[in-house]
């Protein structure tokens, strides 16, 4: 069974302040997506990353896929309240449903 | 972008009756759906895979009398709680994918079961 172990599960800063949201398993996917969600709302897809050593950046959040393609980050840069809300990782092979991480829940406070 | 439509955004019914909701794929056809469940605050768990024109493929402990799933076309599936009681109340998501992996999320449905 794949797993994706995301870290850490809650997540109270500053604003102004860094973060790194981490995913990771021991198994290998095809593609990594990163996914924000407001309460009451679904997901809303922030990027895809397919190969490994890719990085992608959106803004002030950066996105690295590890180059075995099991691993994944998302670091925010001098963090906004805006940006408080539920962050997903999801794993997955072409056609099956995405595999998701516990998700993150991020706080910031100005 | 794609656009995945969930309709009721919120709904309220009481025990032992049953809903119904939709997905729709707006601008892509999806051959597959997936339903998530939601608790506050948690990630989201599968519930099923909707497959057009057959039988959907449900989850370990997921009950397929109850979460009747019909994927009648290429661009609507429908998930039905029967005879719902308190404890089905949750957030309910579909997801399809358009190319690949990437999946694209209705806005999710709250049940509320009174």
């Known amino acids: 069974t794949q797993l994706l172990e995301q870290s850490p599960q809650f997540l109270s800063i500053q604003e102004g302040e860094n973060l790194t949201v981490y995913c990771n398993s021991s198994s290998v996917f095809s593609s990594l997506q990163w996914y924000r969600q407001e309460p009451g709302e679904g997901p809303v897809l922030l990027v895809t990353?397919?190969?490994?050593?890719e990085v992608k950046k959106l803004k002030r959040l950066t996105f690295q896929f590890g180059d075995a393609r099991k691993d994944s980050s998302l670091h925010i840069t001098a963090a906004q309240p805006g940006d408080t809300g539920l962050y997903l990782c999801?794993?997955?092979?072409?056609?099956?449903?995405?595999?998701f991480g516990k998700g993150t829940t991020l706080s910031v406070s100005s | 972008g794609a656009v995945v439509s969930q309709h009721p955004s919120r709904v309220i019914c009481k025990s032992g009756t049953s809903v119904k909701i939709e997905c729709r794929s707006l601008?892509?056809?999806?051959?597959?759906m997936f339903w998530y469940r939601q608790f506050p605050k948690q990630s989201l768990m599968l519930m099923a895979t909707?497959?057009?024109?057959?039988?959907?493929?449900?989850e370990q402990g997921v009950e397929k009398d109850k979460f009747l799933i019909n994927h009648a076309s290429l661009t609507l599936s429908t998930l039905t709680v029967t005879s719902a009681h308190p404890e089905d109340s949750s957030f309910y998501i579909c997801?399809?994918?358009?190319?690949?992996?990437?999946?694209?999320f209705g806005q999710g449905t709250r049940l509320t079961v009174v």
């Open positions: 999801a794993g997955g092979q072409a056609g099956t449903a995405l595999i």
């Open positions: 990353v397919v190969t490994g050593g």
């Open positions: 909707s497959n057009e024109g057959s039988k959907a493929t449900y």
């Open positions: 601008d892509f056809q999806a051959t597959t």
């Open positions: 997801s399809a994918h358009r190319v690949g992996t990437e999946a694209f």
